[in-house]
């Protein structure tokens, strides 16, 4: 009961403002192919600052490869991805547009955070230690105060008592619940959660879904979810976006995607889904 | 018999010759290991000709080669036949070491450079912090091997007449040559007994190389 209070308090206050602003990414006409194979056939997208958004679809969809443009770990192999006021993967030099070097991404990704399927936590730091290299490394904040803001970031994950253990000595719903207090030391404004729940067993699914609703409820961070679960994405998204093959088939909120749409590919993917669920 | 205190002679410089090529080669392996994986063409095309060459020759005409060969073909001094002996294994066995530098590096899970670069760090961050920690520890168990490859290999310079074990014993052998069983069982004895740190070195290191990598 608790649970629904809280969320239709966070889909209220920021809502109205949301709209008027201007989307911290946008999405033009974006293609990606592997060899031969189109996975995005020209997506158009915005996210708004603070917004929540879940992506949804068949695997093999593209939705995955959407989080991954952003995080630039692949290339699109058309079309712009606008972060603010950059274009993420082009630079402008002598009025053509270039191919982005290091050093641009390194500029316009340190917005952006992301958290993985398989978690992939260093192995040879401890928890600690995993959360406190961003800061220390990446932003060259005082080690005191990387492992303060640490600690508090692990407490609030529910692993203050485990930071000295390796990762290996922890399972997978608490790697996950580590994966993204490391994320959210970075204090990003956009985080990406790529099937964070999906290489979990099915009783660990719960203690990150509540964790990814806990950091929902600070409301300032634009999120996007790729996720198969439809029940969490209707709860806690301003925004479904349903894609398949390669296009977005569907978009709105989670009662005009999941209840009204008469889209029949996504009845007929949220038929199967929920079919192969029991439900 | 005075077998054991004339081989005990040649400690010193089976030694010197161990401990120098070890180091150099370690050095020679990572800069090549990394050399291969460079971005630019022309150093991967040259670091994958060394190592072909030096892998695909005898240790003992390359030794052989730096000895006599080189000094005389392009009038280079190179010192002493310690340098020679020494650049000669280390340059043979960095070869196939960077190939495990190589190795290990492209197997640390690509998602390690990736969460990486999701926390935005520098190419040489993700290198130094994430990648390198991890690889070194597979590096490990073959380092050790290879050390103690290298002991066995200083052997060879006795060939271009450095004083080290076998010279000794070779110069007792060709004044009695009844005592050459002897001899050589004691040489024998005497690597195996240089050997044994280095396996337990290389236990060791297998044991610590299991902890704290993902592989892909």
């Not at chain 1, 407490?155 to 922890?170: A, C, F, H, I, S």
């Amino acid at each position: 009961m608790s649970v629904t209070k809280e969320v239709s308090k966070i889909k209220q206050t920021p809502q109205s403002d949301k709209i008027k602003q201007k989307p911290i990414v946008m999405y033009e006409d974006v293609h990606k192919s592997f060899g031969d194979v189109e996975v995005l056939k020209g997506i158009n997208l915005q996210i708004k600052p603070g917004e929540k958004l879940a992506l949804i679809g068949p695997s093999g969809s593209g939705k995955t490869t959407i989080i991954r443009m952003l995080m630039t770990l692949e290339e699109p192999t058309e079309g712009n991805i606008i972060v603010g006021d950059n274009n993420l993967w082009k630079v402008k030099k002598d009025g053509e547009f270039k191919r982005a070097n290091e050093k641009h991404l390194r500029k316009v990704r340190g917005e952006i955070g992301m958290v993985f399927q398989h978690f992939n936590l260093f192995p040879h730091m401890t928890i600690l230690q995993n959360c406190m290299t961003g800061p220390v490394q990446v932003k060259k904040e005082s080690k005191a105060s990387a492992r303060e803001r640490s600690i508090q970031m692990l407490e609030k994950v529910g692993l203050g008592d485990k930071l000295d253990n390796y990762p290996n000595q922890l399972s997978g719903g608490q790697k996950q619940r580590v994966a993204m207090a490391r994320a959210l030391v970075m204090r990003p404004r956009i985080m990406l959660f790529d099937e964070v729940t999906s290489a979990l067993d099915p009783e660990l699914v719960g203690e990150v879904l509540e964790v990814i609703r806990d950091i929902a409820q600070d409301g300032e961070m634009a999120m996007v979810l790729v996720t198969h679960e439809m029940d969490f994405a209707q709860e806690i998204a301003d925004r479904i976006v349903f894609l398949e093959d390669g296009v977005i088939a569907e978009e709105g909120t989670p009662t005009e995607v999941l209840e009204q749409s008469t889209n029949e590919r996504l009845q007929s993917f949220l038929h199967r889904f929920r079919s192969s669920n029991g439900n | 018999m005075e077998i054991f205190p004339v081989l005990l002679k040649g400690i010193n410089v089976t030694l010197i010759v161990l401990v120098l090529s070890a180091i150099l080669a370690y050095l020679i392996a990572f800069i090549a290991g990394f050399g291969r994986l460079s971005n630019v063409w022309i150093i991967r095309k040259f670091t994958g000709f060394y190592i072909e060459i030096f892998r695909g020759t005898s240790l003992i005409v390359q030794l052989f080669w730096f000895f006599y060969a080189i000094p005389m073909l392009f009038n280079v001094n190179l010192g002493n036949e310690l340098m020679a002996g020494v650049l000669a294994i280390s340059l043979n066995y960095g070869a196939y070491m960077s190939e495990i530098v190589r190795g290990s590096i492209i197997a640390v899970d690509k998602g390690q450079t990736e969460a990486a670069i999701a926390l935005n760090m520098t190419r040489f961050q993700r290198m130094r912090y994430v990648i390198l920690p991890q690889a070194v520890r597979m590096m490990l168990p073959e380092f050790g091997n290879y050390l103690i490859q290298i002991l066995k290999a200083t052997s060879l310079v006795s060939l271009i007449g450095m004083t080290d074990i076998l010279y000794h014993g070779n110069i007792l052998r060709s004044t009695n040559l009844a005592m050459a069983p002897t001899i050589y069982l004691l040489i024998l004895v005497f690597y195996f007994i240089l050997a044994l740190p280095l396996i337990f070195l290389t236990r060791k290191m297998e044991s610590i190389s299991k902890k704290g990598v993902a592989q892909s």
